[in-house]
């Protein structure tokens, strides 16, 4: 495993967990809870702790008069999404019961003590005004909560349209990428543009995403020596970069650099797809498990260096943590690069990590543990449930095993029993808990997940022709139409998946022992062709007869591929040079 190097900053705040037992020390002490929300990769978190939070009279006042919890953001994406207040590190102030009573990001020490004082002073001197404040805001939550309970929308190519629209106004067309400083990559937005720019042949619409690949690959925020994104850009020129690195965010840019370089051929992209490739093996892979850990430090002296200094230098800290989402991403993408670059080895690498996440934190009617540290942690999160639903789709796609779909199937039935509201629509984020403390009573339906869970339902309802999934997937994204224009351009995620549902997918079927050396190759070449809505499956004659029946297809010739569309159908295919020309004919 990877050397969990002990921080070099001495915590000498009493930090307690988010727990039963921190919760009825401040009611039982009548403290208000100090709450800090931090990452092992947060540059500003190191500094909090090494200045305000080794601050004496803050030490002591912390101790004695707050009850002070520490909650990873990573780890704890579920309290994260209901206290952050904008950043990392959070300071949030709470009650006993969770309530935000104040709050800031970064604070220095004489910041932090004058907003002590004047929470105590409230939270003593006028606890009365404080509970009407507080159940006035509760009130107010819980009508709006109601209101979008009812809501509903309708999702049509316009959605699409709409989310393209504010794509377009957020690009910056002097350096490349949406919005202005700081500067993220936003990868879903660079895929919405190459997707619609293909399918209507939109010129505008591929050069913001062709601009975009290049100007990040070409700037600082790319780490041009070992490899690997960084988070974001403090400039909107992407050459002052925060130093982390992450792997959900360099996950993520590899499968659209990679799609980026199948649509456009440049060898930029392709240089740059494999240097992340090279900094997550080099990096953030760990031998033993096989699995991929969740980020590196901002260690900016050391990405400061020139290359033959950084040799001499240990490496930035990495947190050894196994995040299942994350991981189930990076499997994604190292399956679609073993069949960009036509090397079989990324394809081992991915179903190293999918089995090493899959056997650590797979619980059978309790879906997928978001995290293991050496045992699983916090099960049940719909991020959790869909990317790894997405990963086993990915390698069913790839080796054509019906397994890895039997799998995301299951997964996708946890999603439904534990997560599905049967009466609106859409996906909470969490499972209904009736211990939940704070404001983890209050379930969530977030854009960004009901995107990427409503894909899954989707595509496993194409890939079963069960319509049961395909309604989740309708179900989730018109739960929460009323609401994805807010969001402007970080829509999207919803945008991909609206996409995808009003639009005929592009389904190519192999027919044929999936073992055979022409079943795999035809997957692979049908795999490394751009198409942003694409199925791929084989489907074994001599063990799933029922479904080529259902298919409307004959056992034989075999192996072949046919390549569907609508009502399109292509004859049987059996050279795999012919499948480029196959899929370009078939009606967009």
């Known amino acids: 495993m990877f050397d969990a190097q002990e921080d070099e900053v001495l915590i000498e705040i009493p930090w307690r967990q988010w727990t039963v037992d921190a919760f009825r020390q401040a009611r039982e002490g009548d403290r208000p809870i100090l709450l800090s929300i931090s990452a092992t990769w947060c540059h500003w978190c190191r500094v ?3 200045s305000t939070f080794r601050d004496p009279e803050i030490l002591r006042r912390a101790s004695t008069e707050l009850v002070p919890i520490r909650v990873d953001a990573d780890r704890r994406p579920d309290i994260n999404n209901r206290y952050n207040l904008g950043g990392w590190p959070t300071t949030a102030f709470l009650t006993a019961e969770g309530d935000l009573l104040a709050g800031e990001t970064f604070m220095p020490p004489e910041e932090f003590l004058s907003v002590l004082d004047e929470v105590l002073s409230f ?45 377009r106004q957020a690009y910056d067309a002097e350096h490349g990428g949406f919005g202005t400083a700081p500067k993220f990559p936003m990868p879903e937005a660079i895929e919405m543009a190459m997707a ?42 992407w050459n002052e970069p925060h130093y982390e690195k992450l792997l959900n965010s360099n996950a993520r ?30 990096n953030l892979r760990d031998e033993e498990s096989g699995a991929f ?39 994604c993408a190292l399956f679609e690069a073993a069949a ?20 650590r934190s797979f619980m059978p009617e309790a879906g997928m543990a ?110 929460l139409a009323p609401f994805y224009k807010a969001y402007r351009h970080h829509a999207a995620p919803y945008g991909l998946a609206a996409y995808r549902l009003v ?50 297809l004959s056992a034989m010739p075999a192996p072949a591929l046919y390549a569907r569309s609508g009502a399109h159908t292509s004859p049987p295919i059996q050279d795999p040079a012919e499948v480029r020309a196959a899929i370009e004919a078939v009606p967009a």
Do not use: C
Request: charged share 25%.
């Open 370 to 479: 978001h995290y293991h540290d050496g045992s699983p942690h916090l099960t049940g999160l719909l991020s959790d449930q869909a990317w790894m639903g997405h990963a086993l789709i990915a390698a069913q796609s790839y080796l054509g095993r019906g397994d890895y779909l039997n799998r995301a199937a299951e997964l996708l039935h946890i999603m439904n029993a534990r997560l599905l509201d049967p009466d609106a629509g859409g996906f909470y984020d969490i499972p209904h808990d009736p211990a939940a403390l704070g404001r983890l009573q209050e379930r969530l339906k977030l854009l960004p997940e009901n995107s990427v869970a409503a894909d899954l339902a989707l595509q496993l309802g194409r890939l079963t022709a069960s319509d049961e999934h395909q309604e989740a997937a309708m179900g989730a994204l018109e739960a």
């Open 253 to 282: 840019l590899l499968s659209t650099y990679l799609h980026g370089a199948e649509l456009f051929g440049e060898p930029l992209f392709w240089q740059t797809a494999r240097g992340i490739l090279a900094y997550l093996e080099a």
């Open 503 to 552: 639009r005929p997918p592009l389904h190519l079927i192999i027919v044929g022992d999936p073992t055979a050396e022409l079943s795999s190759k035809l997957r692979t070449v049908a795999l490394a062709i751009y198409h942003p809505n694409r199925l791929v499956e084989t489907v074994d004659p001599n063990l799933a007869p029922g479904r080529l029946e259902q298919l409307g």
């Open 196 to 237: 619609v720019g293909q399918a209507t042949q939109d010129d505008s619409l591929l050069d913001i995403a062709r601009s975009s690949l290049r100007a990040m690959a070409e700037g600082a925020i790319y780490d041009q020596v070992d490899g690997g994104f960084f988070r974001y850009s403090t400039s909107a020129n």
């Open 123 to 167: 939270y003593r001197d006028r606890r009365d005004e404080m509970e009407k404040r507080l159940e006035r805001r509760r009130s107010r939550r819980s009508r709006i909560s109601e209101l979008r309970h009812r809501m509903r929308g309708d999702v049509t190519p316009e959605t699409v349209d709409t989310v393209v629209a504010a794509i």
């Open 48 to 50: 909090m702790d090494e």
């Open 293 to 331: 850990a969740g980020s590196a430090d901002a260690d900016e002296d050391y990405y400061q260096m020139r290359p033959d200094a950084r040799r001499l230098r240990r490496p930035p800290r990495v947190d050894p943590t196994l995040f299942t989402d994350w991981n189930a991403m990076a499997v």
């Open 340 to 359: 960009a670059l036509h090397k079989p080895y990324y394809a081992d690498l991915a179903v190293e990590a999918l089995e090493a996440i899959w056997s």
